[in-house]
């Protein structure tokens, strides 16, 4: 067992919640499910297990929440882990996290491992580049960078180092879930393209300086330089890209479903969001500012 952490943030998760929990459970020393009032069995499920501490506290956002979870859950160990309620470690990672962990050197403070991308049961790998994540650090030097959307745990201090084994995002929910999940994933995307555009925060233009992982980082940028192109046409753009010219075709009909309803569909909804704030507030940012907090509850 890893000197080690868990925290998972769970909202009507009982159809994840135990095989996470199973996978990790008899890894890690602590698990902390930090619980956003579920109305189903994910708390029940999560008290079965005896290294696990539930916590409730009311959802804000992802970046808020987890934060939360750092100042407020008993952590005594050396390392933490997010993990999502839908993911889960490989046999592999947790044999390399096993051998390598406990003989880190004291500057790497932070460790990356790739994703895994599970669609329909099949793993999507043809269509998008190797995606990678800071998911594992030291406690008390990291954070989550507080933002919309596309959070990143931040470090504080020291550096990171990247393991060579996966972890595993493979969402059971059927698709008429996953379809509402990423129309409520629409209007914060357009807000997040919209900060880019007019730097609504005042800190959109930091994201070159934020201390996140080297792929993170590069993929924020690429989001600024998708924020100049015209709407509608780079969401057509970028699912042409992925499908045929990284060869997202060769993932058969579940690839399909992935690069069209995640890289057009859901896109062309983001361009349609900015699309409407445009419209009715035109270039003026104070209007979008009051546009957002009157239609969507979106304070900047």
Known sequence: MLDLSVIILTYNEEI???RCLDDISSFAKKIFVIDSFS???????????????????KWVNYATQFNWALQHANIQTKWVLRLDADEYLTEELKRELTKHLPNLNAQYTGVIFPLRRVFLGRTIRKGMPKVKLLRLFQYGKAQSEVRLMDE???????????????????????LSW????????????????????????GTAKDDEARIISEQAKAKRLKKHKYASQP???RSFAYFCYRYFFRLGF????????????????????????????????????????YFLQDKYNITL
């Open 16 to 18: 994840h919640i135990r």
């Open 39 to 57: 109305i189903d069995r994910t708390v029940e499920i999560a008290r079965e297990y005896g290294n696990v501490t539930v916590l409730q506290n």
């Open 152 to 174: 990143h745990i931040q470090l504080l201090e020291g550096e990171t180092i990247e393991l060579e084994n996966e972890f595993a995002d493979d969402n059971l929910n059927n």
């Open 178 to 201: 996953w379809s509402q999940k990423h129309i409520g994933y629409a209007i914060r995307e357009a807000v997040d393209l919209l900060d880019i555009e007019y730097n609504l925060t």
């Open 231 to 233: 709407l509608f046409w």
């Open 250 to 289: 060769m993932e058969g009909k579940e690839g399909f479903l992935w690069h069209f309803l995640q890289g057009w569909w859901y896109r062309t909804l983001v361009d349609a969001k900015v699309y409407e704030i445009k419209k009715a507030c035109g270039n003026d940012k104070e209007k979008i500012r």
